[in-house]
């Protein structure tokens, strides 16, 4: 997979880079198998696929059609022993977040671990949920050696295996490189994305507002893309590393007046311009025209409509996903337009520095 910069800034050019999400084992070793097992889409995504190196896990499976988990059924991770160990350290409750259908955090119960697997209960999910258990990055030790490893999840009623693979750096790099291809372009002024139009043009590493006036919506876009044979398809993510802030301490706030709005189906409505809230003076969110971010990703409660926007946070947002495998090309499964506006009130804060890097995360599914 790969990410690329993009820069936001008013006035004074802001490098921003955006980086690639390093789950390469999705390229190279990540995969469903039906060995004895019955959970469908189950997988297991590193955060570091080195040798050696202490790796976050995210495990993820589907409850079978006419099967279900009740609070009182036991969900067991077992790790591979051989040809090496994954060493679990010191794993307790509090290291794992375990969700259904990215929901809210579940409270897990009768957590145990041993240097080979760990247990809990108290997750309820019927037929078609989609279970998640992300263990932390701080954790667990991958084996010092070169191989794939099997692990098996399962519940009373089910089972299933996945693999990761363990590989050197430069291994992974080569095999990435033929996989996935993720891109940014840049989007000129006057085109029309999610029922609005862009006032201005961008680059694929940078994203320039200019100079603001009150009361003036700016809108800048960027053209996602990704070529990738992945069965299961990828997700692109945004988020930025904090506020759009100027060296003099003035911000920006997030959509809507600093609420950090997380849903789609908010209008975009103009900064309130209390005198005394600053969070009112200036906003700034994004929308997307990816058609199926609901239908086919369930990532919010609707669609984006036009005129709707969320946050541009520093938590993740999908704002691109395809459930197969993408071309590059057609709108809503290769490439999609992600829109950011910005608009101020006359108390926002003067500076000729406002910025924030924003990172795209890409991540396929095989």
């Known amino acids: 997979m ?34 004895a097992a019955d959970l469908p889409n189950i997988s297991n995504t590193l955060t570091d696929s080195n040798p050696g190196s202490v790796s976050g896990h995210l495990f993820s499976f589907d409850i079978p059609t006419g099967s ?83 692990f098996t999840i399962s519940t009373p009623a089910d089972s299933g295996k996945t693999r990761v693979a363990i590989v050197d750096n430069v291994l992974v790099t080569a095999i990435v490189n033929t996989q996935f291809d993720f891109t940014i372009t840049g989007l000129a002024t006057s085109t029309a994305v999610n029922g609005t139009s862009t006032t201005g043009s961008t680059t694929p590493t940078e994203i320039n507002f200019g100079v ?78 990816d058609p199926d971010l609901n239908s086919l990703g369930g990532f919010y409660a609707s669609e984006f409509a036009a005129e709707e926007f969320i946050a541009a946070s520093t938590t993740p947002r999908e704002v691109f996903h395809h459930d197969g495998p993408s071309d590059g090309i057609t709108t809503g499964i290769g490439t999609t337009s992600v829109l950011y506006r910005v608009e101020i009130t006359p108390l926002q804060e003067a500076a000729d520095d406002y910025n924030t890097t924003l990172t795209y995360i890409a991540t396929p599914t095989f």
């Open 212 to 289: 603001l006036s009150a009361g003036a919506q700016y809108n800048l876009a960027q053209v996602l893309s990704v070529t990738t044979n992945a069965r299961n398809g990828y997700v692109v993510t945004v988020e930025s590393d904090g506020d759009l802030a100027s060296g003099n301490g003035a911000i920006i706030d997030s959509f809507q007046d600093g609420s950090d709005v997380a849903e789609t189906n908010v209008t975009w409505t103009s900064p309130s311009n209390n005198i005394t809230d600053d969070t009112t003076w200036g906003h700034w969110g994004l929308t997307s025209d």
């Open 2 to 35: 790969f990410a690329n910069p993009t820069q936001v800034g008013i006035s004074q050019r802001v490098v921003a880079t955006l980086v690639a999400c390093a789950m390469v084992l999705w390229s190279i070793g990540v995969y469903t198998t039906a060995q």
């Open 68 to 150: 279900s988990l009740g609070t009182g059924d036991t969900v067991t991770v077992t790790f591979p022993s051989t040809p090496d160990v994954f060493d679990l350290g010191v794993l307790g409750s509090g290291d794992l977040t375990v969700r259904v259908n990215a929901g809210a955090p579940v409270a897990i119960g009768a957590f145990a671990s041993t240097s080979g697997s760990f247990s809990f209960n108290n997750v309820a999910a019927v037929a078609d949920d989609t279970v998640t258990i992300e263990v932390a990055d701080t954790i667990i030790s991958n084996p010092a050696t070169v191989a794939s490893y099997e």
